[in-house]
Nanobody, 120 residues
Framework: QVHIVESGGGSVQPGESLRLSCAASGSIFDVDTLSWHRQAPGNQRELVASITTGGYTVYTDSVKGRFAISRDDGKKTAYLQMNSLKPEDTAVYYC??????????????WGQGTLVTVSS
């Protein structure tokens, strides 16, 4: 069993910051790419940022320069630092983890989501 738990969401005003965390636990051989996705009401889920084991990062255009994804492999945790938040960043943020449960078996796991609300 593998568990993915996000934390750090909340309600902030425009221009403020939040840091989300995504912790993987359970029967893990290794952690591969980690990514953050978000889904606003009425919208499809979209990729926000991803980070590979080598530290290569990808960001959706709307968050470039404001968000930063990072990882701590020792803690099996990914982070999303969100600065200069805007009302349009309001969404449920989900972590997706590509987990090797054995040396030859990789599965995708999603967290339960954490709500970020940006409003004045």
């Amino acid at each position: 069993q593998v568990h993915i738990v996000e934390s750090g969401g909340g309600s902030v005003q425009p221009g403020e910051s939040l840091r989300l965390s995504c912790a993987a636990s359970g029967s893990i051989f290794d952690v591969d790419t980690l990514s953050w996705h978000r889904q606003a009401p009425g919208n499809q889920r979209e990729l926000v940022a991803s980070i590979t084991t080598g530290g290569y990062t990808v960001y959706t255009d709307s968050v470039k320069g404001r968000f930063a994804i990072s990882r701590d492999d020792g803690k099996k945790t990914a982070y999303l630092q969100m600065n200069s938040l805007k009302p349009e960043d309001t969404a449920v943020y989900y972590c997706k983890a590509e987990i090797w449960t054995t040396p030859s078996r990789k599965n995708l796991y999603w967290g339960q989501g954490t709500l970020v609300t940006v409003s004045s």
